[in-house]
């Protein structure tokens, strides 16, 4: 079956822009995360969503990141007024169940900030 | 809140020779451990997990050891090639509160012919 599909692969803006980041998870995945990853760094976590429960976004480092999931289908990454050191790939990862399942990874968007 | 220590950040070993990384973890209730691998400028890839009612697992030349009572788990490769170079991640679980997976700090493996 189909994987973890996010989009766009690449996105090169410049600073100040806003940019939004898409994840399909996979079918009937109740768990979807959001990760960012500098160069040479490890995994950065982001924001948790669980079902229709309230999001765990302890990791947004700041106002200028957002994220939405409707249910369990697609989510979506915001970055408002895009810095450079937003600069990295953002990683999505989904799970049957939250704590004891496997996540499965997509293969990232890499996102350039000019 | 939860903390997984990944140990250590690099490591470089001889092809042929074997390499252990490990993990602690502070959550007592925590039952899944797995282990991803990352190659470079790919997506994080699960390579072998355990769960905590058993206390090894192999899966041809990597396997993986649990200890719940020191809440430590570690990867062990044996007969390292060249194509186990690549950074690896450990994880365990959250149990109370947001019931989430952790992962460490990652381990950047070089496998030097």
């Known amino acids: 079956g189909a994987g973890v599909s996010q989009s766009p692969s690449n996105k090169v803006t410049e600073k100040g822009k806003d940019v939004e980041l898409r994840c399909d998870p996979i079918?009937?995945?109740?768990?979807l995360y959001w990760y960012r990853q500098r160069l040479g760094q490890g995994l950065e976590f982001l924001i948790y969503?669980?079902?229709?429960?309230?999001?765990?976004k302890s990791g947004l480092p700041s106002d200028r990141f957002s994220a939405e999931r409707t249910g369990e289908s697609v989510s979506t990454l915001t970055i408002q007024r895009t810095q450079q050191e937003d600069s990295a790939v953002y990683l999505c990862?989904?799970?049957?169940?939250?704590?004891?399942?496997?996540?499965?990874f997509g293969d990232g968007t890499r996102l350039s900030i000019l | 809140g939860e903390n997984v220590e990944q140990h250590p950040s690099t490591l470089s070993v001889q092809e042929g020779d074997s390499a252990v990384i490990k993990c602690t973890y502070s959550?007592?209730?925590?039952?899944?451990f797995p282990w991803y691998k990352q190659e470079l400028g790919k997506r994080p890839q699960l390579i072998i997990d355990?769960?905590?009612?058993?206390g090894e697992k192999k899966d041809q030349r990597i396997a993986v050891t649990l200890n719940k009572t020191a809440k430590h788990f570690s990867l062990h490769i044996t007969e390292t090639q060249p194509e186990d170079s690549a950074v690896y991640f450990c994880?365990?679980?959250?149990?109370?509160?947001?019931?989430?997976?952790?992962f460490g700090q990652g381990t950047r493996l070089t496998i030097n012919p």
């Open positions: 990862a989904s799970s049957y169940l939250p704590r004891d399942q496997p996540q499965h």
């Open positions: 079918s009937g995945h109740t768990a």
């Open positions: 969503f669980q079902g229709n429960s309230a999001p765990d």
């Open positions: 959550d007592s209730a925590s039952n899944y």
């Open positions: 355990i769960r905590s009612n058993v």
């Open positions: 994880a365990a679980p959250i149990i109370q509160g947001a019931q989430k997976l952790v």
